[in-house]
């Protein structure tokens, strides 16, 4: 039997986790900011945190143009805690990732983007 669109995601969201230890959460988002598919932790605020995640990318992607840049591929915002990455899945959704301070970005770049693009064909 064939898996459900929801299953294929949560799917893809488990495999991301996998791949790499250092990936605390993920969500697919809406370009309107509303979650497709989360495995975040139970601490974070789904809706809110996807929200932001949507409008930060429209800046991202506006920013860029205004700038010449070309598409954007991915955000990047560092902390003191750790990391958060959104990089485009598709052209309905965006792909939220939150990494420990540890983590090995080249890794974590290159699985991200596996991730999107096996996101944007199920989408």
């Known amino acids: 039997m064939a898996l459900s669109r929801e299953e294929q995601l949560g799917q893809i969201l488990k495999g991301l986790h996998a791949s790499t230890p250092d990936i605390e959460g993920a969500a697919i988002i809406s370009m309107d900011g509303l979650v497709i598919s989360s495995s975040l932790p ?70 991200v983007k596996r991730a999107a693009e096996e996101i944007a064909k199920v989408l």
């Not at 409008?55 to 990047?76: M, N, P």
């Open 42 to 111: 139970a601490e974070v605020e789904e809706d809110r945190v996807s929200a932001m995640s949507a409008a930060l990318y429209g800046i991202g992607a506006r920013t860029a143009e205004e700038l010449s840049r070309g598409d954007v591929e991915q955000l990047y915002i560092k902390g003191n805690n750790g990391y958060m990455l959104i990089t485009q899945a598709g052209s309905e959704a965006v792909l939220a990732v939150m990494a420990n301070a540890r983590a090995k970005l080249g890794i974590i770049f290159l699985d």
